[in-house]
């Protein structure tokens, strides 16, 4: 074991003296490079500056002629001298424009009810992951002011397509049926609301 640390020792002690005599000798030879004049030597970079010409025109434009007389001014015309005796003379359309509902039939010239905004349904999350399409009847009534009220589903192809049926009939809004001027109630209106899914 003595004989194991004697030799790392001495071994270390010999390639400690072998480094420093290798440094010491770069050093000096380093010196040497340092001083040398016929090495390479980088050039100077010099920036030229350019003058630059600038061309100013001492031309001012002319200035536009003067006006020497204005325009005329166009003669006022009084109201009373205008000669408004032209009739014109505008045809109404002739026809008759015809709804078909499932509750029913009407007209626009017989005053009954119209629809004028149908908002779509939320369809069912349940039903789009499954992928299921299908359709619901319900019926609704119309009010003297044109909203839908007590709908109900009379029937669907699936019960989750129920509420959302329900939910979008009650935001219907329609033109309501008038009859000798007054609006009234339209009761037992059935609507179609088709669900399908797109590609």
Known sequence: MLARYSISFITGVFVTFCLLWIMQVLIATGK?????????????????????????????????????EPPPEMPEVAADELDTSQNISMGGPNGR?????????????????????????????????RGLEGQCLIEFTVT???????????????????????????KFKYKPRVVDGVAMDVPGVQHIITFKLED
Do not use: H, M
């Open 97 to 129: 424009i015809n709804f078909n509902l499932v509750g029913g039939r009407i007209g626009l010239g017989d005053g009954d009810f119209l629809p004028i905004v149908k908002v779509a349904p939320i369809y069912p999350r349940r039903a789009q992951t």
């Open 32 to 68: 040497k490079a340092l001083v040398d004049e016929d090495g390479f030597t980088l050039g100077d970079f010099i920036r030229v500056k350019v003058d630059e010409v600038v061309r100013q025109d001492e031309d001012d434009p002319e200035p536009p002629p003067e006006v020497e």
């Open 144 to 170: 003297s002011t044109g909203t839908t009220k007590d709908a109900f589903a009379v029937e669907c192809t699936s019960s989750l397509f129920q509420k959302a049926s329900v939910n979008a009939a009650l």
